[in-house]
Nanobody
Framework: QVQLVESGGGLVQPGGSLRLSCAAS????????MGWYRQTPGKQRELVAG???????NYADSVKGRFIISRDDAENTVYLQMNNLKPEDTAVYYC?????????WGKGTLVTVSS
């Protein structure tokens, strides 16, 4: 069973930066989309950023110009560089991988933006 393990969350002040990482426990065949979602209490999980083979990316309007998603296919890892963080970015961030045979979710990492 493949597991996705996120790391890099934590507490940061407004304007600060964090880098999230998500690594698969073993090689995943046929990875297509890799991405990050986030969720706050009482709200639906929302897409933050996604990336496909070749490097094409898409971002939620709320994070454009501040967040950067990247992937390392050799290591089955996806990253999210978050800059100029705002209190409204506070959420649990989930890693997501879509492959030819299955979709996978991480358990989430908490990001708190507060002074």
């Amino acid at each position: 069973q493949v597991q996705l393990v996120e790391s890099g969350g934590g507490l940061v002040q407004p304007g600060g930066s964090l880098r999230l990482s998500c690594a698969a426990s073993r090689s995943i065949f046929g990875i297509y989309i890799m991405g990050w979602y986030r969720q706050t209490p009482g709200k639906q999980r929302e897409l933050v950023a996604g990336i496909i083979p070749g490097g094409t990316t898409n971002y939620a309007d709320s994070v454009k110009g501040r967040f950067i998603i990247s992937r390392d296919d050799a290591e089955n890892t996806v990253y999210l560089q978050m800059n100029n963080l705002k209190p409204e970015d506070t959420a649990v961030y989930y890693c997501y991988v879509q492959s030819r045979v299955a979709n996978y979710w991480g358990k989430g990492t908490l990001v708190t933006v507060s002074s």
